[in-house]
């Protein structure tokens, strides 16, 4: 029997945000989406390597999101496995593998972000009494795929099942669809994308609320 | 273990410091080697995946126990409060609805070969030194209110002060007395070796505590925000210009102890204990 990385590499090619995966003879190639035209690029061999290639930005800044649309440029990844893929995904977006997994598994449970605050200790507790118009604005600066976040926001802002934010477009909530193409961004489009689910807020986002509560 | 068990290593992260998961990822990847576990995942309170992402790593057909063991110097409050409330753990061992078993393990920090791992790195920093004329200092935070990082620091101290093979041993701390600035006053010998007793290298072992021992501080530092470039020290460039020569006294300043690689013996020595 397959297992779920296998199933999945049968649709090479295939975008995983940022990350264009194709297979090149027995090999698997990984790269920015951007440059697979490129012959330029710095080769990597060893799937630890996504770590270091995922630590900064083009500018050389940290990327404390790694799902930020911000992926570095300039290298190309040749792997030998579907365990090395695995790997090597798993450090250019750390857990979403497992999560889209969970999803299709159908055992991926959402949060609503008024039970993320509420759990909230110590500095954090504060955040819970934002308001509701405020996370409206918040979320829609915050996540939007164009600067802020490539996940698909699963989760909704309250028990009741209200939409994260009114002011985001409809795409940001479809797993079906590609959040670079839904930016209208050039590159390497390829017909199957492996979305990166947002089943909870993240934490940056729980901090970003506590700043508007305490008008940082 | 058997191939049915997984190791889920947590650890604090920092979205302001590029080096602070990076030990926590390296003894992961020293530990997956082993093939001990059929899995090796981490998660962090402020990187990613996050305490609730490792929800959902294990696949519950093929992982049927996961053991979590905190990359933490102490108890305090993350492994008291902050992991069991984000992992949804009741104790020790906890029966998720898939039948799925999750055991909560001691943090790092307070296992019993910690204090051979700082033996040993106090020795691998100042090569060829008597320790009979060396005092030994172990630098914690204090004052921490997240972390009791300053008993185990004591504790430390003084197991390694029962062995009487160093001339002194201190425990010190950055911001409560005794502390690390006050060094000179501390200590006797000519030698002295500080260990930072931290998880990982950043701001605190890169330039505070230099600071505060009086290394002069390499210039273009960028104390920074989220999305500032590292800090000039971020390759360690302290670490290799021991021994320090301060006041006719040679100081041998080691990088914090969570980056040798022996805390992977102890990661998987905490998840059998
Ligand atoms: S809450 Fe989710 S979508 Fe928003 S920034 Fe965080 S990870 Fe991205």
Redesign the interface.
């Known amino acids: 029997m397959q297992n779920?990385v296998e199933r999945v590499l049968e649709a090479v090619p295939f975008c995983f945000g940022e990350v264009l995966v194709r297979k090149s003879g027995k090999s698997l190639l990984l790269c920015h989406r951007d440059e697979d035209a490129q012959d330029d690029l710095e080769m990597f061999q060893n799937p630890?390597d996504a770590?270091e290639i995922a630590?900064?930005d083009d500018a050389?800044?940290?990327r404390?999101?790694?799902?930020a649309p911000n992926l570095r440029h300039g290298w190309r990844m040749k792997l030998q496995s579907s365990a090395e893929l695995k790997h090597a995904l798993?450090?250019f977006?750390?857990?979403?593998l497992?999560?889209f997994?969970?999803w299709q598994?159908g055992?991926?449970?959402t949060?609503s972000l008024r039970e993320t605050l509420d759990?909230q200790?110590?500095m954090y507790r504060i955040a819970a009494t934002i308001s509701d118009a405020q996370i409206d604005d918040l979320v829609a600066g915050f996540c939007h795929s164009n600067g802020g976040c490539l996940r698909t926001i699963l989760w909704k802002r309250d028990q009741h099942g209200t939409i994260a934010s009114t002011k985001l477009p409809i795409q940001k909530f479809d797993p079906t669809l590609d959040q670079v193409q839904a930016l209208g961004r050039t590159g390497s489009a390829t017909g199957t994308t492996v979305p990166l689910l947002c089943?909870?807020s993240?934490?940056?986002l729980v901090?970003a609320c506590r700043k508007v509560v305490k008008g940082e | 273990m058997t191939d049915k068990t997984a190791l889920l290593i947590v650890a604090h992260g920092?979205?302001?410091?590029?080096d602070s998961s990076?030990p926590t990822?390296a003894h992961a990847?020293e530990i997956r080697r082993r093939k001990i576990f059929r899995e090796v995942?981490?998660?962090f309170?402020?990187?990613?995946?996050?305490l609730?992402?490792?929800?959902?790593?294990?696949?519950?057909k093929s992982v049927r126990e996961v053991y979590v063991v905190p990359n933490f110097i102490s108890e305090g409050?993350f492994t008291q409060?902050?992991i069991p409330?984000e992992l949804e753990l009741n104790g020790r061992i906890t029966k998720r609805p898939?039948g799925q078993i999750w055991k909560y393990c001691e943090p790092v920090g307070n296992h019993s070969l910690m204090t051979e791992l700082l033996l040993k790195r106090a020795g691998e920093v100042a090569p060829g030194v008597n320790p009979a004329e060396t005092s030994l200092l172990i630098v914690a935070h204090g004052t921490d209110l997240n972390e009791n990082s300053a008993v185990a620091a004591k504790r430390e101290a003084e197991k390694i002060r029962a062995l009487g093979k160093f001339s002194e041993v201190l425990n010190v701390y950055m911001e409560e007395p005794p502390l690390i600035s006050d060094w000179r006053k501390l200590t006797e010998t000519r030698n002295v070796v500080v260990v930072p007793f931290f998880i990982s290298d950043g701001l605190h072992s890169y330039e505070d505590i230099p600071r505060l021992i009086g290394i002069p501080a390499p210039a273009g530092v960028d104390r920074g925000g989220?999305?500032?470039?590292?800090p000039a020290t971020a390759h360690g460039e302290v670490f290799r210009r021991n021994p320090h020569k301060i006041d006719n006294r040679s100081l041998f300043y080691a990088p914090s102890i969570g980056t040798d690689p022996g805390f992977a013996d102890i990661i998987v020595e905490q998840a059998k204990s």
């Open positions: 779920p630890e770590i630590k900064y050389g800044n940290y404390p999101l790694k799902t798993g450090h977006y750390p857990g979403r497992a999560v997994f969970a598994r055992e991926l449970r949060t759990r200790s110590g089943q909870e993240c934490n940056l901090a | 920092s979205t302001v410091n590029p990076a990822l990847a995942s981490c998660a309170w402020k990187e990613e995946p996050s609730r992402d490792a929800l959902f790593l294990f696949d519950p409050y409060t902050v409330r898939s989220p999305g500032s470039t590292p």
